[in-house]
């Protein structure tokens, strides 16, 4: 797949999502990107923004296999692998896959689940396999996991650790709906829910071919090196106990390259990295006491971003 076909593929699934989430065009193309660098997005927000609609709708705009768990602290690690079980008819055991097996998981309120679970998806989010019974199985590709959370209700749930929120590539606030959105929203939701006659617009051969195709986006030395000082310089603030790791400006340069491919550029600029930046990074980050929270930290990625040294245009030029 050429990278301006990549555009053109971005493109249609934004508009065909479109006939069913109102506005979030931003939190929608963070979707696509993370789908397309094989990564992974944890949304945040109350309950009844559309978290559950916006995945599904991606999941039928892609024709790709879509499956929803209910996090909740008595889930066990099998009820997401599957299991093994003595078949009286066929005289054998067999196995029973989970929901893990699937092209989109939705991993609703992933918070409410214990330790013991969340750590479950360590593996199938990182290696993409899962292990069963001492036996190794290779998911089916593209996988992505979209979990959600409530940041409000924090009664009864289990924080993720933060070797787990470093697996998702973003997270990502949907936000409450403007006034006019509001009202289109009830429009279009007066009769049948259009989710009901939505039509794919791609395929899962689409996508695989984009994963091939947005590594190939170059990036100068200069550009890699405003990308690592950006995560280096999360790791030297004051209010910062823990900075970004070498996954964190790995995940940045990913994300970079498919912004600018979708955007049908074979080359990225340091807007791009500004763009990908709050996103990527801000949850990485391990603040220290009174500085907690999610809007403290994008302050900190954001005052990072305003102090260091952009590379000129003649640095990142592609030679």
């Not at 995560?231 to 106990?241: F, H, W």
């Amino acid at each position: 797949m050429p990278l301006h076909a990549i555009d053109n593929l971005a493109t249609k699934v934004k508009q065909n999502i479109g006939k069913v989430i109102v506005g979030k065009a931003d939190v929608i193309e963070l979707l696509l990107i993370g789908l397309i660098t094989s990564g992974h997005v944890l949304l945040e927000d109350v309950p009844g923004t559309g978290k559950t609609m916006l995945a599904k709708s991606m999941a039928r705009s892609l024709s790709l296999q879509f499956k929803r768990i209910q996090f909740t602290p008595d889930l066990l690690p099998s009820d997401l692998s599957g299991i093994h079980f003595y078949n009286q008819k066929e005289g054998d055991f067999q196995f029973r896959p989970g929901p893990l097996f699937t092209n989109i998981l939705l991993a609703d309120e992933i918070n409410r689940a214990t330790p013991r679970t969340q750590s479950s998806l360590l593996e199938c989010m990182e290696e993409r396999q899962v292990s069963i019974d001492g036996e190794t199985m290779i998911l089916e590709q593209p996988f992505m996991v979209i979990a959600t959370q409530n940041p409000v209700e924090q009664g009864g749930t289990f924080p993720l650790p933060e070797a787990q929120l470093d697996r998702f590539l973003f997270k990502v606030n949907m936000g409450y709906p403007s006034t006019a959105e509001g009202l289109q929203l009830l429009k279009r939701f007066m009769g049948t829910s259009p989710l009901e006659q939505l039509e794919a617009v791609a395929n899962k051969a689409d996508i695989e071919a984009a994963q091939r195709a947005y590594p190939s986006v170059k990036a100068t030395d200069d550009l890699l090196g405003y990308i690592l000082r950006i995560v280096e310089r999360t790791r030297e603030r004051d209010d910062v106990a823990i900075g970004a790791s070498p996954r964190g400006s790995g995940a940045l340069l990913r994300a970079t390259q498919a912004y600018a491919a979708l955007r049908g550029r074979d080359f990225i600029t340091p807007d791009d990295v500004k763009a990908m930046a709050k996103p990527v990074l801000a949850h990485r980050l391990l603040l220290r006491g009174m500085h907690k929270g999610r809007n403290r930290a994008e302050e900190i990625i954001h005052d990072i971003l305003a102090s260091t040294e952009v590379p000129t245009e003649a640095d990142i030029a592609v030679r």
